[in-house]
């Protein structure tokens, strides 16, 4: 191993194999919880684990992964160009769509934090669980969370968005894509996009314009919110 984890990018190449590999199974077996982020996550966890690999040494070889992420989320605004038509025509629903979504999702965490006694550290830390990575940890460290804790979050909260975001709208009959694509944006930032991009170019073109507005919106209200609790 000691050769393996001399090599500059090894954890880049943990991370995309591992992706690969649980991509094609889920392409396979056409089961929607086989998802490929949550699962190529559980294997780099294994990996590190029995080869007992310190995670600051794979943080180390793989940080060129989080160089791209803001990019990656910037190239999102594609598809909204493509509908900007559609856009100009529904501003004001598609504005307040995202507003109501932004306060559910904040509103639910004071209301998890008072019910169950979450510590202040923890709260904060959960407050900006629904917007990209790249955002969050930012508001999440100002405020004084745990922005390495808040990076999990953001992932599973996404990562669930993409599982049962489509489901969820078939049992509550919801049928408008840009209704679709706000409520998947606002709820599950990036990774829930990837769904809402696939469901349809209007679900996702709104999905994309949720990641930044929401995002925007969330700097803004959590400090509000952090003065509730």
Known sequence: MNIFTETVCWGVLISVGSYIICDNIQRKKHLVFLN????????????????????????????YLYYLLSPATVCLAIPLYEQINVLKKNMRAVFWGIMSGVLTSMGSILIFSIIFGYSHSMYVTL??????????M???????GISSLTVPIV???GITGHIVSEKVCKIFKITEPIAKGIAIGSASHAMGTTKAIEMGEIEGAMSSLSIAVAGILTVICSFVFVQFY
Do not use: C, N
Request: charged fraction near 15%; aromatic fraction near 14%.
């Open 36 to 63: 490929p982020l949550l699962f190529s996550t559980i294997f780099t966890i294994l990996f590190l684990t029995i080869f007992k690999i310190d995670y600051e040494d794979y943080y180390s070889k793989s940080d």
């Open 127 to 136: 407050l900006p669980k629904s917007i990209t990575a790249a955002i969050a």
């Open 155 to 157: 992932i599973m909260t």
């Open 138 to 144: 930012g508001v999440s460290q100002e405020m004084g």
